[in-house]
């Protein structure tokens, strides 16, 4: 698994190493736990600041654009962020957020962020997870129906990754 930051200031290095040293424990643990392949996943540490360029260059190479709408900050207090990429999928981390957070928040972060890289090596998920970024991108619009079934299944998707952070505990 490719761990990298992103134009990251140095006082975050020890995120960014610890996020480099979990990574593939936490993905054994997730992949154990769910019976279930991890898609091709890359892990990006970032500045909050940078997380939206970092998921909106994944979105443009996944759907081949040049181009996209502009992405506001999420809410304050993310910690991860989880989009496909390419032929995989694409964690991006908040070092912002977990810079003042204790060691355990990032590690059940890291969790959290896998088990959503799982979950898009689903069948059908990352086909509907394209559709939502077609969506949003103007290419192809979602009826009303889908959209309701696509944000019930984000939150299936979210409940079952929240329930799986205890993981993080044996993380060493």
Same mark, same amino acid.
């Given at each position: 698994?490719?761990?990298?930051?992103?134009?990251?200031? %140095?006082?975050?290095? #020890?995120?960014?190493? %610890?996020?480099?040293?979990?990574?593939?424990? +936490?993905? $054994?643990?997730?992949?154990? &736990?769910?019976?279930?392949?991890?898609?091709?996943?890359?892990?990006?540490?970032? =500045?909050?600041?940078?997380?939206?360029?970092?998921? &909106?260059?994944?979105?443009?190479?996944?759907?081949?654009?040049?181009?996209? #709408?502009?992405?506001?900050?999420? +809410?304050?207090?993310?910690?991860?962020?989880? +989009?496909?990429?390419?032929?995989?999928?694409?964690?991006?981390?908040?070092?912002?957020?977990?810079?003042?957070? #204790?060691?355990? !928040?990032?590690?059940?972060?890291?969790?959290?962020?896998?088990?959503?890289?799982?979950?898009?090596?689903? #069948?059908?998920? $990352?086909?509907? =997870?394209?559709?939502?970024?077609?969506?949003?991108?103007?290419?192809?619009?979602?009826?009303?129906? $889908?959209? !309701?079934?696509?944000?019930?299944?984000?939150?299936?998707?979210? %409940?079952? +990754?929240?329930?799986?952070?205890?993981?993080? $505990?044996?993380?060493?």
């Amino acid at each position: 698994m490719d761990v990298t930051g992103y134009q990251l200031h %140095r006082r975050f290095t #020890p995120l960014l190493e %610890r996020v480099q040293e979990v990574a593939d424990q +936490a993905a $054994r643990l997730v992949q154990q &736990r769910m019976r279930e392949r991890l898609t091709p996943t890359r892990i990006v540490v970032a =500045a909050q600041k940078h997380c939206p360029e970092v998921v &909106r260059q994944a979105a443009q190479r996944t759907l081949g654009v040049g181009h996209g #709408p502009a992405l506001r900050e999420p +809410a304050v207090d993310y910690l991860g962020i989880t +989009a496909l990429d390419g032929g995989g999928t694409l964690i991006v981390i908040n070092a912002g957020a977990l810079a003042s957070q #204790p060691q355990r !928040w990032l590690d059940e972060t890291v969790v959290h962020e896998l088990v959503h890289a799982v979950q898009f090596g689903r #069948p059908g998920s $990352r086909e509907l =997870a394209m559709k939502g970024l077609r969506n949003n991108y103007g290419i192809e619009k979602l009826t009303l129906t $889908r959209a !309701w079934k696509t944000n019930r299944g984000i939150g299936k998707d979210e %409940r079952e +990754a929240a329930a799986l952070e205890y993981l993080a $505990r044996e993380i060493r």
